[in-house]
């Protein structure tokens, strides 16, 4: 298995002048995974909290504010992560 990862880690590792003239992953490139990551894990996260929350309320109609907020809760790690992409 090292043995596979070794012409990876010759590309992460590079020295001299590979190294200064192009970085593994660009900013814009990392900014980009950062929100696309944030946006899967805030979908696969609203998947369950969704399902929860119109259960509870198909049972108590009381209970619809209180799966609102938990349902938009994962959205605010999206903003987060668009935050970043106006860092870089």
Sequence with gaps: ????LAPLMSVVLATGEQA???PAIPPTAGAALAVGLAALGSGI???GIGAA???ATAEDPDMFGRGLILTVLPETLVILALVTVFVV
Excluded: L, T, W, Y
């Design 53 to 55: 929350a119109v259960g």
């Design 45 to 47: 996260a609203e998947r």
């Design 1 to 4: 298995m090292i043995d596979a």
């Design 20 to 22: 200064a003239a192009a």
